[in-house]
């Protein structure tokens, strides 16, 4: 077969080249020529090698169209393909949507292929049309995952492919309804010479596998790595190219592992799946409050932050623990949380009220391995850093005392959405005491939740609050 020309087009000015070139001749760029295959032009006629258009003028003007108002278009509500697992469903907005294509990344390790493995095994027990493509691992692989997993996983079809050419022939044969390829990596295109994995053979994969999608209808899941950062592998207009970016992610030492989504065109992307990895897959974890704050005490260091992980409100543990150091200057050690956000707090701290940490490592972490994002977890670093620096505990009627509320830059305690949930869940777990910016009380609490509440307006009074008024005394002063 005559390969198709390809040309080489820089990422960053759109200059076309030939051949590949360390440095871009447009722009001065190093290493931004990607390679591509030049398509026939959508009359037939032979692209240019260099991507440019021919200069013929088109043999005859385009019809024009009328645009149509949104109201009188048929949206044609679209049944979503349920996975079978909560957990999965919510982050994607309730189901995989027919003709979208998702991408998961995740460590290496952490269960990727696990998670899609048991979603297709659910969708074609379902009585769906599921195909697994395994560029990774080879079927003899993949069945012994599926020997894990149970017997729905042992009837999906698997096809050991890398070729793209092959893969997209035997979806036009196949039709599945789900189809997962782990992963994006692994398959290339015979159009092109670059190794599997470059830039250019992950765009041209996944634009090939997106065609196909939008085509048929086909729910298209792609699994793709990690890079060393943490960000996903490939060419970052992947994640401009697909509907939904999830990412999987946890400590591979621990079992919890969270699922988020990143970017999602049919659902919110604040929801959080929780999972748990055991010998026979991966467990949905529906009360995740519950397994994080099992093992939390009230002792120096720790306090529980109500937070909200979507439209789920989520009890953690954040711990802290302050050192006496010589290192200059002294560590700030987050894990779970934004290192960034952490030197605001501290420095917040150290302006209004805890006792000086200039000479002291700060260690703080979200217990059982989850990383929280929101604003609202300020209060609970603060509050287990100043618990910990005076060696005392949050305490409230021997239960640990709970705490929620944006710190702003001026000490003042800011306002946070749905301060009843927070509560809620709170006095579920038995929680004796909640402190909470002010603002927050003026929202509609429940009876339970008002018992619970201590509202204060500033980060000097919760202290104040959580630790009797001993806050501003260092135990070192
Ligand atoms: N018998 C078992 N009991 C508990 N956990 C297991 C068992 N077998 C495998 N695992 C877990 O499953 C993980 C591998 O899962 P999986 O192959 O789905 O990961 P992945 O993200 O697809 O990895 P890769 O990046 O290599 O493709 C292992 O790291 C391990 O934690
Ligand atoms: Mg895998």
């Known amino acids: 077969m005559a390969k198709t020309a390809t040309s080489f087009a820089c990422t960053s000015c759109g200059q076309a080249s030939f051949r590949w070139m360390g440095r871009c001749p447009g722009c001065g760029e190093w290493n931004t020529l990607v ?10 006629r032979p692209a240019r090698r260099d991507g440019r258009a021919t200069g013929r003028r088109p043999s005859r ?19 979503r393909l349920r996975t079978g697992s909560d957990e999965l469903d919510r982050v994607l907005g309730g189901g995989l949507v027919p003709g979208s294509v998702v991408l998961i990344g995740g460590s290496p390790g952490i269960g990727k292929s696990t998670l899609m493995s048991a979603a297709l095994a659910s969708i074609q027990a379902g009585g769906g049309r599921a195909l697994y493509v395994s560029g990774e691992e080879s079927a003899a692989q993949v069945r012994l995952r599926a020997d ?17 050419e092959v893969v997209l022939a035997s979806l036009a044969h196949e039709r599945p309804q789900a189809c997962v390829i782990d992963s994006v990596q692994t398959l290339w295109s015979s159009d092109l010479t670059g190794a599997p994995g470059s830039v250019g053979q992950v765009q041209e994969v996944a634009g090939a596998l997106e065609r196909f999608a939008r085509e048929h209808g086909c729910a298209m899941i792609l699994v793709g790595h990690v890079t060393k950062e943490g960000t996903l592998a490939g060419p970052r207009v992947l994640e401009h190219a697909v509907d939904c970016v999830l990412q999987f992610e946890g400590e591979r030492e621990r079992s919890f592992r969270t699922l988020r989504a990143l970017k999602n065109r049919f659902g919110s992307t604040n929801e959080i799946g929780v999972f748990e990895m055991r010998a026979g897959g991966l ?25 909200m992980e979507g439209t789920r409100p989520l009890l953690v543990e954040v711990q802290a623990l302050v ?41 703080v972490n979200v217990a059982g391995g989850v990383r929280i994002e929101e604003p609202g977890a300020d209060l609970a670093i603060a509050m287990a850093v100043a618990s910990a620096a005076r060696n005392e505990p949050l305490t409230a009627g021997g239960s640990p005392s709970g705490c929620f509320g944006e710190i702003g830059l001026t000490g003042e305690l800011r306002y946070v959405a749905h301060a009843d ?48 008024g001993r806050a501003g005394r260092s135990r070192a002063a």
């Open 35 to 44: 390679e591509q295959a030049a398509r026939p032009l959508a009359d037939g």
């Open 61 to 79: 003007p385009a019809e024009a169209r009328k645009p149509v108002v949104l109201a009188e278009v048929d949206s044609g509500e679209v049944a």
């Open 148 to 164: 894990r997993l149970g017997p729905h996983a042992l009837a999906v079809p698997v096809l050991a492919e890398t070729s793209l």
């Open 283 to 307: 467990d949905e974890v529906a009360d995740p409050s519950d397994r994080f704050l099992r093992d939390a005490e009230p002792v120096a260091g720790s306090c529980v932050l109500c937070a």
């Open 323 to 363: 050192a006496p150091t010589d290192v200059v200057p002294p560590r700030r050690v987050p894990n779970g949380i934004d290192r960034n956000r952490l030197s605001m707090i501290l420095a917040v701290l150290a302006r209004h009220g805890a006792p000086a940490l200039g000479s002291a490592d700060v260690f």
């Open 421 to 468: 949930r927070r509560l809620e869940e709170a006095s579920r777990f038995g929680l004796e005491q909640i402190v909470l910016p002010a603002r927050c009380a003026d929202d509609e609490l429940s009876p339970a939740g008002r018992d619970l509440a201590v509202p204060v307006p500033t980060l000097a009074k919760a202290l104040d609050a959580a630790l009797g």
